[in-house]
């Protein structure tokens, strides 16, 4: 296959990518490098002749034209706004989520491909209720933040180009990813931030009472079911969580087992607008992708904490 990753310089965009070149396919990549970098697709640019990035941005015109002539089969639309850049300017956000998902459709309208595959989000669910979790995609989505009312139209647009132009999709709500490329990023996650924390001997920042509760799942979950997503999967929206809630009071006691050792916490006001609790049920993921979370937790942030003990003996050495 020939495919194109809009947003593939970023956290789980350049995972997909060393994934997809793995399994032999050609890799495009589409990314402005405003919240990724060149530095996340090393490797892939090692891999040679397969692999082409492109910096531009999705939601130009350009972008458009670029796809129609690469032609690609397999379109991902993971380009996304930097969580800062979302609270700042939400416009932007839904620019970048639906005016980008557009110019690719327009592009692969031209180029007669096959399928797009759309990284959406947890938030397109809204605020459930305790007896609504884990969430299942029949539940009706009632999105407050203008990124969750964007990830949940772009699905319109999507249902809209497959009976229009017989493009097929799969939109898959991931729930929070998490992984050692995180680590990198002047905007982690939760998980990384934690991470970096515990393993220079910080204290672990909770916003809130930290009984707030989040689905974690391991990156390369995530990308194993994107990768899953280009054949099968059409026509729907598939959750891809581990239906597992952990409050983040859990997740930094998760944290101090990895350490061995217990950590200081440091209390922060709760965010405004933070949803309470999520957790999305993978069954339809598991019939129509095969696929299943893999990862337990405890192994994640094991992982996780190793990479970022790591970084830290090897800055250590560089002040030395
Ligand atoms: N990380 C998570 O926990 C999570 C959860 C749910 C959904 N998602 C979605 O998955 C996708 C990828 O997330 P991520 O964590 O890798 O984010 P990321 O910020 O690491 O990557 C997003 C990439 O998009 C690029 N980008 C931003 N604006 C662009 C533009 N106008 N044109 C071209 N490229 C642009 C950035 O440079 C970056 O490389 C996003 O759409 C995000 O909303 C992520």
Not at 18 to 39: F, I, M, T, W
Not at 171 to 191: I, N
Request: aromatic share 4%; with cysteine; proline share 6%.
């Amino acid at each position: 296959m020939r495919v194109l990753i809009a947003g593939g310089a970023g956290f789980i965009g350049a995972e997909l990518a060393g994934r997809l070149l793995a399994e032999g396919h050609a890799v495009e990549v589409v990314d402005d490098l405003s919240g990724g970098s060149l530095a996340n697709l090393a490797e892939a640019r090692r891999s040679g002749g397969a692999f082409r990035f492109h910096q531009l941005d999705v939601t130009a015109r350009a972008c458009s034209d670029l796809v129609a002539h690469l032609r690609p089969d397999v379109v991902f639309h993971l380009a996304g706004a930097r969580p800062s850049l979302c609270r700042a300017d939400p416009p932007r956000d839904v620019e970048i989520t639906v005016v980008g998902l557009l110019r690719l459709l327009e592009g692969a309208r031209a180029a007669s491909t096959r399928k797009v595959v759309m990284a959406s989000s947890w938030t397109c669910y809204g605020e459930l209720a305790p007896a609504e979790l884990p969430a299942h995609e029949h539940l009706a989505m009632r999105p407050l933040s203008p990124h969750g009312i964007a990830k949940r139209s772009a699905v319109e647009y999507l249902a809209a180009a497959r009976e229009r132009h017989g493009i097929e999709f799969s939109a898959l709500v991931l729930s929070s990813v998490y992984g050692p490329g995180q680590l990198a990023s002047d905007e982690p996650g939760c998980v990384a931030r934690f991470a970096r924390a515990a393993a220079s001997g910080r204290p672990l920042r909770i916003e809130g009472d930290g009984s707030q509760t989040r689905d974690f799942l391991y990156v390369d979950d995530a990308v194993d079911a994107l990768s899953r997503a280009a054949e099968r999967g059409s026509g729907l929206v598939l959750n891809v969580g581990t239906g597992r809630p952990t409050a983040i009071n859990e997740l930094a006691a998760r944290f101090a087992a990895a350490v061995a050792s217990p950590l200081a916490i440091e209390r922060a006001p709760a965010r405004p607008d933070e949803s309470a609790h999520i957790a999305l049920d993978p069954a339809r993921a598991l019939i129509h992708l095969g696929w299943r979370p893999f990862t337990p937790l405890e192994a994640g942030v094991a992982a996780l904490f190793e990479a970022a003990a790591r970084e830290q003996a090897a800055m250590g050495e560089v002040h030395a």
